[in-house]
């Protein structure tokens, strides 16, 4: 049988905790147990990593699947990983990114103290004569 890891620690706080269920490696327990922390820094911790792939998903290499052109420089995905931490840390609110050709991204904190990301795309045509 292979090795299991019952017990994780918060990367937040360090607090050791059992697992009700055993991971497969100690990083995957970690994981777990920072997901499982209730301290605030887990907490930030974990919007980031959420918001994050929330990013990775509307803008990322993957947002193709929803339809949307990918972003393929890494300064722009890393500046809305930026705002996603910043977001986290309270020291931006609400924010809003024309990313030119590749539409608006908003990035904000709502009530339940989760990090929304949204990213709209307009189709204007104009012709004229
Ligand atoms: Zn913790």
Redesign the pocket.
């Known amino acids: 049988m292979e090795k299991q890891f019952e017990i994780g620690y ?6 050791q905790q059992i697992l009700v269920l055993a991971a497969a490696t100690q990083d995957a327990a970690d994981d777990e ?2 997901e499982n ?3 605030e ?2 907490m930030k911790l974990r919007q980031i990593v959420k918001g994050c792939r929330r990013i990775d998903e509307l803008f990322g290499p993957d947002s193709e699947n929803l339809g949307f052109v990918p972003i393929h420089e890494a300064e722009t995905l890393e500046l809305l990983h930026t705002v996603v931490k910043l977001t986290a840390d309270k020291r931006l609110l609400n924010t809003n990114l024309d990313i030119n050709r590749y539409g608006k991204a908003k990035i904000g904190m709502n009530s339940k103290g989760k990090i929304n990301v949204k990213r709209s795309v307009v189709n204007a045509y104009q012709l004229e004569e």
Do not use: F, I, L, P
């Open positions: 918060c990367r937040a706080c360090g607090q147990a920072t922390c209730d301290c820094e887990g």
